[in-house]
C-alpha cells in the first residue's frame, strides 16, 4: 500500500486553514489552495495567529512554529496538488459548488490521489458518483476546531475500497486524530445526536420548562460539560446551528428540524443571554431527562441502523464533544430502566421517532452494556492488536487486560499468524493502569482484587514474552507505568521518534507492579533499572534504542517494511550482554550501594556531578519514601530469581503497599493536586 505524503486542502476558510495547520503541526507537508490570493493570506494569517496564540500560551515554541509554517505551501493554482496523494475538500456547504470542485480536480490530479469531502451537510456517496474515481472518494468530517479537536469520522461510501479506508485510517493517526468510522447516513454519528440536542435546549426554552440559566446548567449536568448548549451555540455560531438542523431536519423530520426560537435568535443577530435569570434547581432533573431522552435514544437509533458502533459513539461523544461519558456509559451509570423511561418519554412527545431496538433487548437483559476496548485485525500473516481506549490514553483496567487476553489467544493459536503487534489508538502506547481501579478498592477494602487483577496481567505478560510467534510493541506516542510493562514484556519493540517510556508510580506512592523493574534490571543493570524506577524518569525512543531496549526507531511509513523484517528474522534474545553507553554512566552512579543507603536514611547523596547535585532532592523529595524503599526492597530480592520468581516476589507484597496511606494518597489525587506523602 503506498503512503500519504502530499497533502492539499481546498478551501482556506477556518475549517480548511485549521485541517491544514493540524497536518502541518504533526510533521507533514499541505498544499492550501482557494479561488483567490487574498483568501489564501487571509488562511494563512489565521493560522499564524493560532499558532502565535500558543507560543503565548506555552504551548508552542517559536521554532516549532517557525517548522510547522514551513510546511505550509498557499496557492491559488489548482495544479499545485495535482501530484497529491490526498487532497481534502473544506469549501462551504453547498451542492453545486462541491460537485464541480470534484469534477475539476478529476480531470487535473493523478490517478493515485483520493479525493476526501469534509461535507457535514450531504451524502459522500452523491459526489463521489459524479467523479471517475469514486473508489478513491471518502469523506473525512473534521470537528471544530480541526487543529484542537481530536476527532475525525471517516465516512466510505459503498463504493470506496479497502485500501482508501486503510490509508485514511493511516493518515488520521499520523496527524493525531482519533477516527471512528461511519456510515455514509444523514448527519454521520456525532451531528445525529448533537444537532437535535442543541435543538431541544431551544425547545425547552420555547416551552417554558425551565429559564435559559436552568436549561444551560442542566445540559452541563447531563453530559458532564463545561460550556453548556446555549454558550456552544455562541461560541461555534448559531447560523450554523440552523444549516446543520435544516440538513437533518430535511432528511430526518421529527425533532431535527430548525425551532422557531433558534430562527428567531439568528434573525436577531445577537447571541444567547446566559445570565438571563437565575437557576431553578427545581427543574433541572426535567431537562436532565429530556436532554437523555432525546440523545439517548438517537445514540441508540444510530446502534440500529447499523451506521456506528457503541464504542464508536462513546469516543465521538468524549473526544468530539468533551462529554465525560459516551452515551451508552450514560446509560450503564443511570440503568437500563432509568435509560428506557427517558427515551419513551421521548416517543411519546414525538410519535414518529420509535423505541429503539437495541435499548427494548438490553432491558429484557437487565444487564449494563459492555464495550469492546481490544481490536484485532489480521493482515496477511501479522496480526494487530489495538488498545481502543484513547480517551482514557488506553489505560489497562480489568476489561482491558481481559480483552487483551482473548485477542492474544485467537492471534497465537492463528496458523497463518507470524507476528503479533500490539499497538494503542491515539497518541499514547498505554499510560499505566486505570488509576481508578486501585482508589476504589482501597476505599471498599478489596486490596485482594488488585492482586487478582495483577496477577492477570503478569500471566498475559509472561505469555507475550515466551511467545513462540514473535511479539512486537509499537511505541507512536507515550508509554507509562503498566504500558512500559507491557512494551518490555514483547519480544521486540518499534518506536517512532514520538515514543517513549516511563516508570512514574514511586511519585504516586506505589512502584511498577507488572514486571518493569525485573526487566529494565534484565537489560540495562540494577543501577541504571533504580534510576529510572526512583526518580520517574522518561526515557525518549532514542535513549531507549541506545540502551538496546528498542530494536528499530521508525519513520511511520517505514512501519510495514520493518514489522515484516521481524517477522521473517530468527529470533532474539532480548536480554543479551550489553555495554552501557557513556552517557548514562554518570546516572547509572547515581543510585550506587552508598547512595541508596543514604537516601532511605535521609541523608545527602554525595559524589554526584553538580547539575544532578542540584536536582535530585527536588525529584526525590516528590517520591514517596516508602514507596522508594519498597522498590529498593523487591529490585534486590528479585535480581536472584528467575522472571517467574520475581514475578510472585511482586505480587506477594502487593497487600502491605497498598495498605499504606502514601499508596491511597498518591493514587486518590492524580490529576487533582500534589500529594503529601508521610512515608506510612
Excluded at 228 to 234: A, R
Excluded at 570 to 596: C, M, S
Amino acid at each position: 500500500m503506498s503512503q500519504i505524503s502530499k497533502i492539499g486542502v481546498i478551501g482556506a476558510g477556518h475549517m480548511g486553514s485549521g485541517i491544514a495547520q493540524k497536518i502541518a503541526q504533526e510533521g507533514m507537508n499541505v498544499v492550501l489552495v482557494d479561488i483567490k490570493p487574498e483568501y489564501v493570506e487571509k488562511g494563512l494569517l489565521n493560522i499564524k495567529n493560532l499558532l502565535s496564540g500558543g507560543i503565548k500560551r506555552k504551548i508552542f515554541t517559536q521554532d516549532q512554529v517557525d517548522q510547522t509554517l514551513g510546511r505550509i505551501t498557499g496557492t491559488a493554482d489548482m495544479k499545485a496538488v495535482a501530484d497529491a496523494d490526498l487532497i481534502i475538500e473544506a469549501v462551504f456547504e453547498d451542492r453545486q459548488v462541491k460537485t464541480q470542485l470534484f469534477q475539476n480536480l478529476d480531470g487535473i490530479c493523478d490517478e493515485k490521489t483520493i479525493f476526501a469531502t469534509n461535507t457535514s451537510s450531504f451524502y459522500v456517496a452523491e459526489f463521489a458518483a459524479k467523479i471517475k474515481r469514486p473508489d478513491r472518494f471518502i469523506g473525512l468530517h473534521y470537528f471544530f476546531h480541526p487543529a484542537k479537536n481530536k476527532l475525525l469520522e471517516i465516512i466510505p461510501h459503498t463504493g470506496t475500497s479497502k485500501e482508501t479506508v486503510d490509508k485514511a485510517m493511516v493518515f488520521a493517526a499520523r496527524h493525531g486524530k482519533t477516527a471512528i468510522v461511519v456510515k455514509d447516513s444523514p448527519g454521520f454519528a456525532v451531528n445525529r445526536f448533537f444537532v437535535p440536542s442543541s435543538n431541544e435546549a431551544s425547545r425547552m426554552l420555547e416551552e417554558g420548562l425551565g429559564n435559559l440559566p436552568t436549561i444551560e446548567e442542566g445540559s452541563k449536568r447531563a453530559f458532564g460539560i463545561g460550556m453548556g448548549s446555549f454558550e456552544i451555540l455562541n461560541v461555534t455560531g448559531i447560523p450554523l446551528a440552523v444549516h446543520a438542523s435544516q440538513s437533518l431536519g430535511g432528511e430526518l423530520g421529527l425533532f431535527y428540524g430548525t425551532p422557531d426560537i433558534m430562527k428567531t435568535q439568528m434573525d436577531k443577530n445577537i447571541d444567547w443571554d446566559l445570565k438571563a435569570g437565575e437557576i431553578e434547581e427545581e427543574k433541572i432533573q426535567a431537562i436532565v431527562d429530556r436532554f437523555y431522552g432525546i440523545c439517548l435514544g438517537v445514540a441508540a437509533t444510530i446502534v440500529d441502523e447499523g451506521v456506528a458502533t457503541m464504542e464508536d459513539i462513546n469516543l465521538g461523544a468524549k473526544i468530539g464533544l468533551r462529554w465525560s461519558k459516551g452515551p451508552f456509559e450514560i446509560m450503564n451509570h443511570i440503568g437500563i430502566e432509568k435509560t428506557c423511561e427517558v427515551v419513551e418519554a421521548i416517543t411519546k412527545l414525538y410519535p414518529g421517532f420509535k423505541m429503539p431496538k437495541v435499548l427494548m433487548e438490553q432491558k429484557k437483559l437487565g444487564i449494563p452494556f459492555s464495550f469492546k476496548m481490544v481490536n484485532l485485525e489480521v493482515k496477511e500473516d501479522i496480526a494487530w492488536i489495538t488498545i481502543n481506549r484513547p480517551d482514557a490514553m488506553n489505560a489497562l483496567n480489568e476489561a482491558v487486560v481481559g480483552q487483551l487476553t482473548e485477542k492474544f489467544d485467537l492471534a497465537e493459536n492463528d496458523p497463518k499468524v507470524k507476528a503479533i503487534v500490539f499497538q494503542g489508538a491515539g497518541k499514547t502506547f498505554v499510560a499505566g493502569a486505570d488509576i481508578q481501579f486501585f482508589v476504589d478498592r482501597i476505599k471498599a477494602g478489596r486490596i485482594k482484587d488488585i492482586e487478582v487483577f495483577t496477577r492477570k496481567g503478569h500471566a498475559l505478560f509472561l505469555r507475550i514474552e515466551n511467545c513462540k510467534k514473535k511479539t512486537i510493541a509499537l511505541l507512536d506516542g507515550l508509554s507509562l507505568g503498566g504500558g512500559s510493562e507491557m512494551a518490555l514484556a514483547c519480544q521486540f519493540i518499534v518506536a517512532t521518534k514520538a515514543g517513549s517510556m516511563g516508570f512514574p508510580e514511586t511519585g504516586i506512592g506505589i512502584v511498577p507492579g507488572l514486571g518493569g523493574m525485573l526487566r529494565m534490571e534484565r537489560q540495562v543493570g540494577m543501577a541504571l533499572a533504580k534510576y529510572y524506577v526512583f526518580t520517574g524518569r522518561s526515557l525518549s525512543a532514542q535513549d531507549a534504542f541506545d540502551l538496546g531496549i528498542i530494536y528499530k526507531i521508525i519513520e511511520p511509513q517505514a512501519l510495514p517494511g520493518i514489522i515484516r523484517e521481524i517477522a521473517d528474522r530468527a529470533g532474539v534474545n532480548k536480554y543479551h550482554q550489553r555495554a552501557i553507553p557513556e552517557k548514562f554512566l554518570t546516572l547509572a552512579n547515581v543510585f550506587n550501594d552508598q547512595n541508596i543507603a543514604a537516601l532511605l536514611a535521609g541523608k545527602p547523596m554525595t559524589g554526584l556531578p553538580e547539575n544532578l547535585a542540584e536536582k535530585m532532592p527536588s525529584i526525590l523529595n516528590s517520591k514517596s519514601l516508602i514507596a522508594l524503599k519498597m522498590a529498593d526492597e523487591i529490585m534486590n530480592k528479585q535480581t536472584k530469581m528467575s522472571i517467574p520468581e520475581a514475578i510472585e516476589c511482586e505480587l506477594s507484597v502487593l497487600d502491605r503497599l497498598f495498605s499504606t496511606h502514601d499508596a491511597f494518597e498518591g493514587l486518590s489525587t492524580v490529576g487533582r493536586g500534589k500529594p503529601v506523602f508521610t512515608g506510612k
